[in-house]
């Protein structure tokens, strides 16, 4: 290889790094703003912890009770916005409408542990 060849090369590998690195970042923007599904469930906000070693996130259990004396199922959800999870906080214990964004694709667990993002809260009085 001559001495003028390794310069290309160099900046050939660097572009093609860049670019992976550029897709792998628009990747994880369109995953993180695009919204697979939507919706809302109601039940009694059961646990909320912040947790994490490095990432820290805000996770949380709903227990949704369909009939009286049927067990009930636990929805698990992750809040992004920290105004929310204070407010998510705030309502432990209590019997809420959480309304969330379902984000399937994410690469790592590091934007929560689950595809379930927590938008907002309504208490049921």
Known sequence: MTPSKAPKIFRTLVFIL????ALFALYIYIALNWSYSTGERAGF???????????????????LVAMPGAAPEKFHFTVRDEAIAQKVSAAAGKRVTLNYEQHKGLPTTCFGDTDYFVVGLTEIE
């Open 18 to 21: 860049a670019g992976a690195v």
């Open 45 to 63: 906000l059961q646990k909320v912890s912040n947790k994490g070693w490095i990432c820290k996130t805000w996770e949380g259990e709903l227990s």
